[in-house]
């Protein structure tokens, strides 16, 4: 029995990861469930783009999960993130410019 399907992207000239998703389709256990378990539905999502040469940076971070560790604590990660505009920047740079930069 499978827990996980999905798709997995390859950049096939620079042989790198593009994009995986994947759906948790069973409840995944640990222990027997007795120290845990992720619902099944849950989901993610990565997606990575070029920003340089031979430089590969994660644009999209998705992540939707829900179970129970432990039998009192309960898991809900819900998570996007996405990132753009990626540029290099000199190696010399300092602390507080890198702040500014930060902050523009």
């Avoid at 120290?35 to 939707?64: C, M, Y």
Wanted: charged share 20%; net charge positive.
């Amino acid at each position: 029995m499978h827990s996980l399907a999905g798709t997995v992207l390859i950049d096939p000239q620079q042989k790198r990861l593009a994009k995986l998703s994947g759906q948790i389709v069973n409840r995944v256990e640990f222990g027997w469930g007795v120290f845990g378990h992720i619902d099944e539905g849950g989901t993610i999502e990565i997606g990575r783009v070029q920003a340089g040469p031979s430089q590969w940076k994660t644009a999209l971070l998705n992540i939707q999960l829900s179970g129970r560790l432990v039998f009192f604590k309960t898991i809900d990660q819900r998570t996007y993130e996405t990132r753009s505009k990626f540029r290099a920047v000199s190696g010399e740079l300092s602390l507080v410019e890198a702040s500014q930069l930060l902050a523009r």
